[in-house]
């Protein structure tokens, strides 16, 4: 079992800066890949950023160049810093991890982007 603890969501103006912060119970390194998506009302969950455990990066198109994935080995963290905010940003954002046998989920955090 792996535990998700997210953290950081909340309200912005377009333009703003959010971090979020996904906290594991295991060591993440040991994962092959860790993750966030976000699910806005009425959509499907989608991907937004990935990280393999050899730090291989992948984006979706819409938020290349302002959103940034990366982890704290010290902190057993995975770190989505977000910046340039949009009104299309808004959703619930789920921090996941994908252990070789099976994928978790974080509870997920709001964000909301005001224009």
């Known amino acids: 079992q792996v535990q998700l603890v997210e953290s950081g969501g909340g309200l912005v103006q377009a333009g703003g800066s959010l971090s979020l912060s996904c906290a594991a119970s295991?060591?993440?390194?040991?994962?092959?890949?860790m993750g966030w998506y976000r699910q806005a009302p009425g959509n499907q969950r989608e991907l937004v950023a990935t990280i393999t455990s050899g730090g291989t990066t992948d984006y979706k198109d819409s938020v290349k160049g302002r959103f940034s994935i990366s982890r704290d080995s010290a902190k057993n963290t995975v770190v989505l810093q977000m910046t340039n905010l949009k009104p299309e940003d808004t959703a619930v954002y789920y921090c996941?991890?994908?252990?070789?046998?099976?994928?978790?989920w974080g509870q997920g955090t709001q964000v909301t982007v005001s224009s």
């Open positions: 295991k060591n993440i390194f040991s994962f092959k890949a």
């Open positions: 996941s991890v994908d252990t070789w046998i099976r994928t978790y």
